[in-house]
């Protein structure tokens, strides 16, 4: 998506350990047009593919599946992170461990939002090692319902996440891959 790859370019900033921030857009302050634009973008990849319900987990998430929903005319709904919780049976929990900030969460769904009859497209806002994608996948899973894709705005595609996701069979589809931040500098693939 050449618009995503030119506000990339414009206004992302490659941290040390191949982290590139995006506050301007995406993680911080939003920008709602480009929103608008990366909705439309999953709409058309994934309009033939029955969703029935839009999955993400907060915070970041939130912004691109909230304008996908809008576009597909289907419900959006985020997973909620806490630090530990006692178990419910209202929910569904799935952990989550992260590489990136080196920490386990649990990530929770209320059980009455999910059926066996939904196909579900998981969001997320950028892919390094798949596990966010592959905890909603679970708790999909857990509801006997089923992935009808995956939609990525940021993939790392020199980390394991898209590797890890297509091995378990799911379509993964990423406006925006980056090849490489070796020496500050964002190269796509
Ligand atoms: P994974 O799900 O693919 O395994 O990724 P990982 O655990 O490593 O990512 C943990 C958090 O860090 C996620 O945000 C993810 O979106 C974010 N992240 C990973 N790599 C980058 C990066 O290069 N740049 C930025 N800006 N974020 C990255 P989170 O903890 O869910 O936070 P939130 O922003 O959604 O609240
Ligand atoms: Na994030
Ligand atoms: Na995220």
Do not use: W
Request: aromatic letters at 6%; proline letters at 2%.
């Amino acid at each position: 998506m050449e618009l995503l790859k030119h506000k990339i370019m414009q206004e992302g900033i490659v941290l040390d350990g191949g982290v590139l921030k995006v506050d301007t857009f995406l993680n911080h302050q939003v920008d709602a047009e480009l929103m608008l634009a990366i909705g439309k973008a999953f709409a058309e990849l994934f309009r033939e593919s029955g969703v029935t319900k839009i999955m993400t987990i907060e915070s970041s998430g939130i912004a691109p599946a909230v304008l996908t929903a809008l576009q597909l005319g289907v419900p959006m709904v985020f997973g909620r992170k806490r630090k530990s919780l006692t178990l419910r049976d209202d929910l569904y929990t799935e952990k989550v461990y992260s590489f990136t900030k080196q920490e386990e969460s649990e990530v929770t769904i209320s059980r009455k939002f999910l059926a066996p009859k939904d196909r579900v497209l998981i969001i997320d806002d950028f892919l390094a090692h798949g596990e966010a994608a592959l905890g909603m996948a679970r708790i999909v899973r857990q509801a006997g319902a089923e992935v009808a894709g995956i939609g990525i705005v940021i993939e790392k595609s020199f980390q394991t996440g898209r590797g890890k996701l297509l091995e378990q069979g799911f379509r993964v589809e990423s406006l925006a891959r980056i090849a490489s931040l070796e020496g500050g500098k964002v190269e796509f693939v």
